[in-house]
């Protein structure tokens, strides 16, 4: 079981699965929704996936049409985000997970975007765009 939250602890979460796959996103959007120079997400299974706590501070914002990113109204710390046409996916961030986990399977998206300032210096995979 994954357990999470956001920041002042008014959302928590459980995600009764394992985090497989994690997407190092550089693209502009998540790099402002962030504030960081990319995101780490990690694709979910939406019915595995519930809120224990908080449910009324959780708000969604539609980013681009079909998406939207699910963040705290209080802390506005960023939680997931979801797709109109994929509903049974949400891309958690994971940054807000407090379960200790391990995972292999990191790669980078969106390299072409990248900040001009941050220089990605792991050996994980990297790709143009969204890997497939």
């Not at 990319?38 to 595995?48: E, K, T």
């Not at 986990?101 to 975007?113: G, Q």
Request: aromatic letters at 10%.
């Amino acid at each position: 079981m994954i357990e999470g939250g956001c920041l002042c602890g008014g959302i928590r979460y459980q995600y009764d699965g394992e985090i497989e796959e994690i997407s190092l996103c550089h693209c502009s959007q998540c790099r402002k929704a962030q504030g960081s120079a990319f995101a780490a997400v990690s694709p979910l299974d939406s019915a595995r996936f519930r809120i224990i706590a908080g449910a009324a501070l959780l708000r969604e914002y539609r980013s681009s049409p079909g998406k939207v990113r699910a963040f705290c109204a209080n802390c506005g710390s960023p939680i997931y985000s979801a797709k109109d046409d994929v509903p049974e996916v949400k891309r958690l961030r994971i940054g807000t997970v407090d379960t200790p986990f391990a995972c292999d399977n990191i790669f980078h998206i969106f390299v072409d975007s990248k900040a001009s300032w941050f220089d990605i210096a792991d050996r994980h995979p990297r790709f143009a765009e969204r890997k497939r």
